[in-house]
């Protein structure tokens, strides 16, 4: 049965109800300051919820921990993460203090990472996490599987709208669907209430700053004719949006999230990312993802070059000095990579990439939480929109790279007062490097494992320095916090890093 509100009563808020914030105040005048996500929500009328749904604000993420019970039915199996951890022998001089520790370093887990609800969230108990591809819907990023489902759900009526985001100017398709040479992928992303196939077609690809898909809320509340409603977002947006959806008195609720990471502040931000680090015109660029070969993929557009439209980087080849301007802060706070609170959730930080691969080529994964995730994913199949590749498998331990990865981190070194380089390797050291990487470490799965460990260590650090370690703690979800005290507990590296932080503050107050 589909999520159903508390009431279908869509009368206004209260005449007493404050104001929208201007938007042209961003970020000093909205609560969270420099942590806000511009996920639409203080831009409407229910602004006067934001201290309790705000995923920057009081509780924080911390609140994920009780709506996923009361949004899938239950909470996730937490005792998953502990069972998925042994820690290599060669990862730290500190030997693990708990017993569920084997320190098997050959990374052959006992639980399949594809039903591990620890770092993924509530599984489906018929649906482990898959492999999938859309049907190669033109425009899009990828393939086409998060456009394919929810064009299936429109037109079979499943809902009477879809949210999406579409960039504010989106003359920029020609009539067979292909981006025209104009830059617009670029400009301000839009939030729209998409009731047409080529309404949904304007959300194609994936816009790489923040967007507010809640500002349209006051719109969907006021319209007698919406009654059923896809709501597609990342995980803070999903938060926020779970925490007032009953009072949009809609009869049916869907929600579509996307695995989401280090969104740019403004597509300002993300343009000089791409101008500064990866030295590309950022105008012929329709969308940038840091991928499983520890690569940097741009999709150019298709004019710029006929014989191949993608453009790669390592990693370990961008300039130090790139990461802080082009990460927003409330990305550097969040601990819901894998977006908790949606019915369904597409990726790709889970499935294999081959030599060579490209995104509109790349499998990616679905990951289903509960039956409205199940009748999606069945309605987009039986349309013949996506196709299903089995279940998302890996190898590889994951503990020694992350480690690795968060020491090295630019951000994380001017945190503890380190000297950040400002260049990045020679490209061919910068290849080398991708390639022996690549080959010896965590893979599918497991590169999930390590994506996410990397980016809860890394922003606890950063909610650690801003906010102070009572604050951290509290904001924190209960799977965030298991897997940051583990590393602290048996990762020697990790542990310094946060004595630095401590006793540096600890020195700043008493300044």
Known sequence: MAFASKGTDKSPPSTTTPQPINIKNWPQSFPA???CSKCGLCETSYVSKVMDSCAFLGEGMARIDALEERVHGRRRM??????IMPFPTFLSK??????????????????SASREEGRFGVIHDDYPIQLVKGKDELGAQWTGCVTGIALTMLESKMVDAVVCIASDDHDDNDST???LDTGLEWSEPRPILARTVEEVLRGRGVKPALAPSLKVLDEIRNDASIQKLLFCGVGCAVQA??????????????????NCVDNSPTPKAAQDFLREGLAVDETKVRGYEFMQDFRVHVKMNESTSQQNPYITKPYFCLPGKVAKKAIAKSCLACFDYTNSLADIVVGYMGAPLQRGQKMSQSRQTITIRNERGVRMFQSALDANRIEVYGEATGRGNHEALTSATVVANGIVTEMVGGEVKQEGMPRVMGEIMAEVIGAVG????????????YHILRNYLHVLN????DRASFTMPEYARIIVQTYLDNDEKFHDLKCKIVSKNKEEVEV
């Open 177 to 179: 669907g292909r981006a």
């Open 466 to 469: 801003e906010w102070g370690e």
């Open 442 to 453: 965590p893979k599918g799965m497991h590169f999930a494992r390590y994506s996410i460990d």
């Open 78 to 83: 937490i005792s998953r993460v502990e069972e």
């Open 33 to 35: 300051k420099e942590h």
């Open 241 to 258: 949006f779970r925490s007032i959806q009953d009072d949009l008195g809609l009869k049916e609720v869907y929600v579509m999230g996307t």
């Open 94 to 111: 500190i030997q693990p203090k708990n017993s569920y520790y084997s320190g098997d370093d050959t990374g052959m887990n006992t639980l």
